[in-house]
C-alpha cells in the first residue's frame, strides 16, 4: 500500500482521533477518503501539543478526556484499511506515547493494522537511528517535517531518510490556520526538490481553495489539517462528516478550477 | 533506549534533541554561540564582572552554628544563593544567556517561569541590556507566587499568563516553545533550568557551576576538607547540578537531591519522577517523566511552584542511574516545617523550593556524626512565598 497522490494536487488530511470520539473520527475519515483525501494522518493526541496551535489543541484535549490511546489509533488503521485498501495511513504523533507503548511493539502494531508512514512531531532526523531502524523492519514509511529554518544541508539528510512524502512546513510558527501563503512555502519546496524525487505536501495553516490550488502549483500534495479540526469542532459530532466531506470537495473543485493544466 | 545519537548533548541515555524541526536551526545556532562565547576570555570578563557587581558573586558558605547545635549531628554548612540581586541563583544562568542573546544580535528574550524567580532574574538582566522580554507563567502560578508577577512587571517584562493543561511550569514551557517556534528568526528562548533540548541542559549547568566551584573552595578554606554531602531541591535541576557538578569527580562527597513528594505518593499528587516515573521525552529532552500507561504527561502537585514540574533535567537522571548522585523526595507539610526551622534557627527564610533541601538536611544531619560536614544549598529566598507561609502556618498579619 504505497502513498499515492492519485490527482494533483494530492490531499493530506489531519485528524485528531478521538475527536470529540472514535466513532465519529471513523465516519469522518471514511467521509474525507470518499470525497478525495489519498492520505489521511491520524493524529494521536497528546497531553502537550507544543508544536499545535490552539485548535489542535483543543481537539487533543477533548480526544483525552476520554482516554484515546495510541492503542485505539491503531485499531481504527486496521478498520480503515480494511474499509479502503486504497487509501493512505500515517500515524502522527509526539514521541513520547511511542516510547511507552515500545518503539519495537508499535511498529510491529503498526504494520500489522495496515498503516502506511509514521510523523512523529518532536523526532529529528539525527535523533532517528533506532527509529528508522525499526520503522523499516515494519516497512513504515519515516515522513519527517522540513522547516523554511531548515537549511539545505539538514534537508539533504531529511530527504535522505524519507519514504513516502516530505511534509514541508509552509512557514515558521505552529500548527493553525492563515489568511495568505507565505513565500517560504514556495522556497522550502524549490530547495528540497535539489534532493529528492519523493512526493512534497506542504502542510500548516492551508484552509481555503486559494491556499489548495496555489500550492497545486509548486508542491505535489496539501495538507489539510486545523481547518478540518475547526470544522469538526464547529459542526457537532453528527455533521461532522458531511462537513469534512463538503469542505474537501470543495478544496477539490475549487483547485479544479483555478489550476493551471498540470505540468 | 540506547544512546544511538548522533549528536552531542547525552548524559548515558539521556538527554538530546527532541523538537519540531523548525526549532533545529535555532538550537544550532545557539549550539554554536555558545561553544564560542567559552572560548572567548571576553565572554568570561564581562560575565564574572556581572556575576560580582550586578548580581554580588561570590556568595557567603554560611556555617549555620545554631541549625546544626539543634540538629544535633553533621556540622551544616549553608551555600547562600539567596543573596544573591533578584533572589536565587536563577541570575547566574540570565546572565550568561544574556550575554549570548546580545552575541547573537536577538533583540526579543522569551522565558517560561515557574515561582517568578527565572522571570524576575530573566526581566531584570533583559532590561540591563535593553532587551525586550516576554515571560510566560501558568495563571496557577501567577496566583500563589504573585509577588514575582509584580516585580516582572515593575521590570518592564510582559507576563503572559497560561491557562492550558495544569497551568504551573509545564504548560508555560510549552507556551514558550509555541512562542519560540512562531519568532525564532528573531527570538531567543532564555530557558530557566537545566532542561529542554541541547544544548540547554548542559548551557545551562554551566553557567551553574560556579556554586559548586566556589563551595568547593570555601569548605576546603574553612574546613581543610570536603564535605561528607551536598543536598539540593530539584525541579528542573539547575541549582542541584550547578552545586553537585565541581564534586562529581569527588567519590566520597555524597550528592543528594530532593525532589518535591507534595501530598502523597499517587500519580498526580507529587513532583518525584524517579520514584514515580518512567523515561520518555518531555518538551525536547529524553528523561525520567511522571507519565500515565499511555505516555500521557501526568499532572503534577508541590506546594513549591519551582519544582512543581513532570519531568527533570537529563543530567540527573544520569547521574541516577550510575548511582553517583541519590535522589529522595521530602512532602508539603515537611518543607513547611523546614521554613519555619530555618527562620527560628538562622533569622533565614528560605525559598519553599530550597526548604526542600533544608527538609531533608533535618532528617539527615542527626544520624551523622559531629564530624560529618553538610552543604546545603539555599538556592533561593523566602519573600515570594510569604502568602503560602502566612496562609499555611497560619501567620497573623494586620489585623
Ligand atoms: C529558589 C528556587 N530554587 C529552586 C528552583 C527549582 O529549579 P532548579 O531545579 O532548576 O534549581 C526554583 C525554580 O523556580 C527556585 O525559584
Given at each position: 500500500m504505497p502513498i499515492r497522490f492519485a490527482e494533483k494536487p494530492g490531499l493530506v488530511a489531519y485528524f485528531t482521533v478521538g475527536d470529540p470520539d472514535l466513532a465519529t473520527t471513523h465516519a469522518i475519515a471514511l467521509a474525507a477518503i470518499d470525497a478525495g483525501a489519498d492520505v489521511i494522518e491520524l493524529g494521536v493526541p497528546f497531553s502537550d501539543p507544543l508544536a499545535d496551535g490552539p485548535v489542535i489543541q483543543r481537539a487533543s484535549e477533548r480526544a483525552l478526556r476520554h482516554g484515546t490511546s495510541l492503542r485505539d489509533v491503531l485499531n481504527l488503521a486496521a478498520t480503515l484499511r480494511a474499509e479502503r485498501p486504497h487509501a493512505g495511513l500515517i500515524v502522527f504523533t509526539y514521541y513520547n506515547p511511542i516510547l511507552r507503548f515500545g518503539l519495537e511493539e508499535f511498529c510491529a502494531a503498526a504494520e500489522q493494522a495496515g498503516v502506511d508512514g509514521v510523523l512523529v512531531t518532536d523526532m529529528i532526523v539525527e535523533e532517528a537511528s533506532e527509529y528508522l531502524q525499526a520503522l523499516h523492519r515494519h516497512h513504515l514509511a519515516p515522513v519527517f517535517l522540513a522547516a523554511p529554518t531548515s537549511p539545505d544541508e539538514r534537508l539533504a539528510r531529511i530527504a535522505a531518510v524519507s519514504r513516502g512524502f516530505i511534509y514541508a512546513i509552509s512557514r515558521v510558527g505552529i500548527t493553525g490556520a492563515q489568511k495568505s501563503l507565505t513565500a517560504d512555502a514556495e522556497q522550502l519546496v524549490r530547495r528540497l526538490r535539489r534532493f529528492t524525487q519523493l512526493p512534497i505536501a506542504v502542510g500548516f495553516g492551508i484552509s481555503t481553495p486559494e491556499h489548495f490550488a496555489a500550492v497545486g502549483e509548486f508542491a505535489d500534495a496539501a495538507v489539510i489539517g486545523s481547518a478540518l479540526v475547526a470544522t469538526i469542532e464547529q459542526a457537532g459530532p453528527k455533521e461532522a462528516p458531511d462537513a469534512i466531506a463538503r469542505l474537501i470537495e470543495g478544496l477539490r473543485r475549487g483547485s479544479r478550477e483555478t489550476a493551471a493544466p498540470a505540468r | 533506549m540506547e544512546a544511538t545519537?548522533?549528536?552531542?548533548?547525552?548524559?548515558?541515555?539521556?538527554?538530546?534533541?527532541?523538537?519540531?524541526?523548525?526549532?533545529?536551526?535555532?538550537?544550532?545556532?545557539?549550539?554554536?554561540?555558545?561553544?564560542?562565547?567559552?572560548?572567548?576570555?571576553?565572554?568570561?570578563?564581562?560575565?564574572?564582572?556581572?556575576?560580582?557587581?550586578?548580581?554580588?558573586?561570590?556568595?557567603?558558605?554560611?556555617?549555620?552554628?545554631?541549625?546544626?547545635?539543634?540538629?544535633?549531628?553533621?556540622?551544616?554548612?549553608?551555600?547562600?544563593?539567596?543573596?544573591?540581586?533578584?533572589?536565587?541563583?536563577?541570575?547566574?544562568?540570565?546572565?550568561?544567556?544574556?550575554?549570548?542573546?546580545?552575541?547573537?544580535?536577538?533583540?526579543?528574550?522569551?522565558?517560561?517561569?515557574?515561582?517568578?524567580?527565572?522571570?524576575?532574574?530573566?526581566?531584570?538582566?533583559?532590561?540591563?541590556?535593553?532587551?525586550?522580554?516576554?515571560?510566560?507563567?501558568?495563571?496557577?502560578?501567577?496566583?500563589?507566587q504573585e509577588l514575582n508577577v509584580y516585580r516582572m512587571r515593575m521590570l518592564g517584562a510582559e507576563v503572559r499568563s497560561v491557562s492550558s493543561g495544569s497551568r504551573t511550569l509545564k504548560d508555560a514551557i510549552s507556551e514558550a516553545m509555541r512562542d519560540w517556534v512562531t519568532n525564532v528568526r528573531t527570538t531567543h528562548y532564555l530557558l530557566g533550568s537545566a532542561l529542554g533540548a541541547h544544548p540547554y541542559p548542559t548551557m545551562v549547568r554551566d553557567f551553574h557551576r560556579v556554586i559548586g566551584r566556589e563551595a568547593r573552595q570555601q569548605i576546603i578554606e574553612k574546613e581543610n576538607r570536603l564535605p561528607t554531602a551536598i543536598i539540593a531541591c530539584v525541579g528542573g535541576g539547575s541549582n542541584a547540578i550547578g552545586a553537585f557538578y565541581e564534586f562529581i569527580p569527588d567519590k566520597d562527597v555524597q550528592l543528594i537531591g530532593v525532589e518535591a513528594g507534595g501530598r502523597g505518593a499517587q500519580l498526580g499528587e507529587h513532583a518525584a519522577r524517579f520514584s514515580g516515573g518512567a523515561p520518555g521525552v518531555l518538551q525536547g529532552t529524553y528523561s525520567y517523566v511522571l507519565q500515565d500507561e499511555n505516555g500521557q504527561i501526568a499532572l503534577t502537585h508541590s506546594v513549591s511552584a519551582g519544582l512543581d514540574y513532570a519531568s527533570i533535567g537529563p543530567e540527573h537522571a544520569a547521574l541516577h542511574d550510575s548511582g553517583r548522585a541519590e535522589y529522595t523526595s521530602v512532602t508539603d507539610a515537611e518543607a513547611l516545617e523546614a521554613t519555619l526551622l530555618l527562620a527560628r534557627t538562622e533569622g533565614i527564610i528560605p525559598a519553599l523550593e530550597s526548604a526542600h533541601a533544608v527538609a531533608e538536611c533535618a532528617k539527615r544531619a542527626p544520624k551523622m556524626s559531629g564530624s560529618d560536614l553538610v552543604i546545603v544549598s539555599v538556592s533561593g529566598r523566602g519573600d515570594k512565598d510569604m502568602g503560602i507561609l502566612a496562609r499555611e502556618l497560619k501567620l497573623s498579619g494586620a489585623k
Open positions: - | 545519537s548522533t549528536i552531542a548533548g547525552r548524559f548515558g541515555a539521556y538527554g538530546g534533541r527532541y523538537v519540531p524541526e523548525t526549532l533545529v536551526a535555532a538550537l544550532d545556532e545557539l549550539e554554536h554561540a555558545y561553544a564560542e562565547a567559552q572560548a572567548d576570555p571576553d565572554f568570561h570578563l564581562k560575565l564574572d564582572e556581572l556575576l560580582r557587581d550586578f548580581a554580588g558573586r561570590p556568595t557567603p558558605l554560611y556555617f549555620a552554628a545554631r541549625l546544626t547545635e539543634r540538629l544535633g549531628g553533621a556540622k551544616i554548612y549553608l551555600k547562600r544563593e539567596d543573596l544573591l540581586h533578584t533572589g536565587a541563583h536563577k541570575i547566574n544562568n540570565c546572565l550568561g544567556q544574556g550575554l549570548l542573546a546580545l552575541r547573537m544580535g536577538k533583540q526579543r528574550i522569551i522565558a517560561e517561569t515557574g515561582a517568578g524567580q527565572h522571570g524576575v532574574a530573566t526581566a531584570s538582566v533583559c532590561a540591563l541590556f535593553g532587551l525586550e522580554c516576554v515571560v510566560y507563567m501558568g495563571e496557577e502560578d501567577m496566583l500563589r
